[in-house]
């Protein structure tokens, strides 16, 4: 099926939708908002005006999550149900994403056995037994329960390491990996335009997944250079196995984040700021989260017939759900404006 005849339909609604992203100037509102309340009244003017409208106060935002929850797993089965030819099934592989996500923070919350976040209970891809694996006595039985799900096989093939150090991180790190996995492997049957695109798109994903990981095994773990290796996910786009091997051992962490970030861009653009403004592992991933959502624009800009349009749209929407997520809680703590706006990227 040429591109045209994929995307024609599919490309008209995704324009639709797009356009119905929050505005600059609702953002604005948002962030100004003196607390919970009023942040929803400005939603009341958005598509998300249905799953606010009996919100009053602080106390409701737990209802609030998981309702912006089930509206972005809406938003790609939507998309995905009026898709024609091998679209359907890259697009079940990035809501797949959304249920790797919520594995892992039922792992942490079972592993600290305290449900301190946010645990979507609804199925997404695949049958999840969320309360028996909350309520599971060990790493084992939570591999049996999980059946014939994907995640069986990455949990087993991690359960020595979780074992060995008694975190859940070596989980998260397996159920990451086969996910990549799965996604590449989904990407190599696209059609060559496609193929090249989501290459390109995923790729940068799995840079940036990867440069937030490696600050982290460098900043909170202490990870040598063989578990760097062994954690990283597959098909960066620039942040290979030997530019790793080459740059990560000896280096602090500001060498390190100078390192990775050259290595993703070759040459350090205009917008990234010099490392002694860069106060942080938070403006790391903010700007990082940033750059992305700029490839995703430009993605916009190009022949609308292809999967990139499509890739764009979701991401952007993913952004813009977690964005709400942010204003809200902090609405919540009565954080200034100032620091709600250095809390979320613009989409």
């Given at each position: 099926m040429s591109g045209l005849g994929t995307y024609a339909f599919l490309n008209?609604?995704?324009?639709?939708?797009?356009?119905?992203?929050?505005?600059?100037?609702?953002?604005?509102?948002?962030?100004?908002?003196?607390?919970?309340?009023?942040?929803?009244?400005?939603?009341?003017g958005t598509e998300y005006r249905d799953l606010i409208q009996d919100i009053v106060s602080a106390a409701d935002l737990p209802r609030i999550e998981a309702a912006l929850a089930e509206h972005l797993i809406a938003a790609h089965r939507e998309v995905r149900d009026v898709a024609k030819g091998h679209v359907p099934r890259f697009i079940?592989?990035?809501?797949?994403?959304?249920?790797?996500?919520?594995?892992?923070?039922?792992?942490?919350?079972?592993?600290?056995?305290?449900?301190k976040s946010f645990i979507y209970r609804e199925r997404i891809?695949?049958?999840?037994?969320?309360?028996?694996?909350?309520?599971?006595?060990?790493?084992?039985?939570?591999?049996?329960?999980?059946?014939?799900?994907?995640?069986?096989?990455?949990?087993?093939?991690?359960?020595?390491?979780?074992?060995?150090?008694?975190?859940?991180?070596?989980?998260?790190?397996?159920?990451d990996r086969e996910l990549y996995e799965a996604t590449w492997k989904?990407?190599?049957?696209?059609?060559?335009?496609?193929?090249?695109?989501?290459?390109?798109?995923?790729?940068?994903?799995?840079?940036?997944l990867n440069i937030t990981w490696m600050m982290r095994f460098k900043r909170y773990y202490g990870l040598g250079l063989a578990d760097v290796i062994k954690a990283m996910v597959p098909g960066g786009l620039r942040i290979k196995e030997e530019f790793v091997r080459e740059v990560y051992p000896g280096r602090d962490e500001a060498s390190l984040m100078t390192a990775l970030l050259t290595g993703v861009y070759g040459s350090r653009p205009p917008q990234v700021p010099a490392m002694k403004e860069v106060r942080g592992f938070e403006r790391l991933e903010e700007f990082l989260k940033k750059t992305y959502l700029q490839q995703l624009r430009q993605a916009l800009g190009g022949y609308?017939?292809?999967?990139?349009?499509?890739?764009?749209?979701?991401?952007?929407?993913?952004?813009?759900?977690?964005?709400?997520?942010?204003?809200?809680?902090?609405?919540?703590?009565?954080?200034?404006?100032?620091?709600?706006?250095?809390?979320?990227?613009?989409?």
């Amino acid at each position: 099926m040429s591109g045209l005849g994929t995307y024609a339909f599919l490309n008209a609604k995704v324009r639709g939708k797009l356009s119905k992203l929050i505005s600059p100037a609702q953002y604005k509102e948002l962030v100004r908002a003196p607390d919970v309340l009023s942040a929803c009244l400005v939603l009341r003017g958005t598509e998300y005006r249905d799953l606010i409208q009996d919100i009053v106060s602080a106390a409701d935002l737990p209802r609030i999550e998981a309702a912006l929850a089930e509206h972005l797993i809406a938003a790609h089965r939507e998309v995905r149900d009026v898709a024609k030819g091998h679209v359907p099934r890259f697009i079940e592989e990035l809501l797949r994403q959304y249920e790797v996500e919520n594995l892992k923070v039922l792992l942490r919350a079972w592993n600290a056995r305290e449900e301190k976040s946010f645990i979507y209970r609804e199925r997404i891809c695949n049958e999840i037994p969320v309360d028996a694996l909350l309520e599971a006595q060990s790493l084992e039985e939570i591999i049996v329960l999980l059946g014939e799900t994907p995640y069986r096989k990455p949990l087993t093939l991690a359960r020595e390491d979780y074992e060995r150090t008694g975190s859940p991180f070596p989980l998260e790190v397996a159920l990451d990996r086969e996910l990549y996995e799965a996604t590449w492997k989904v990407v190599g049957e696209l059609p060559a335009v496609d193929r090249k695109i989501a290459s390109r798109l995923l790729g940068i994903e799995a840079d940036l997944l990867n440069i937030t990981w490696m600050m982290r095994f460098k900043r909170y773990y202490g990870l040598g250079l063989a578990d760097v290796i062994k954690a990283m996910v597959p098909g960066g786009l620039r942040i290979k196995e030997e530019f790793v091997r080459e740059v990560y051992p000896g280096r602090d962490e500001a060498s390190l984040m100078t390192a990775l970030l050259t290595g993703v861009y070759g040459s350090r653009p205009p917008q990234v700021p010099a490392m002694k403004e860069v106060r942080g592992f938070e403006r790391l991933e903010e700007f990082l989260k940033k750059t992305y959502l700029q490839q995703l624009r430009q993605a916009l800009g190009g022949y609308p017939f292809t999967i990139g349009t499509v890739i764009a749209y979701l991401r952007l929407k993913k952004a813009e759900v977690s964005n709400l997520i942010t204003i809200l809680n902090a609405k919540a703590l009565s954080l200034p404006p100032e620091e709600v706006e250095t809390s979320i990227v613009r989409v």
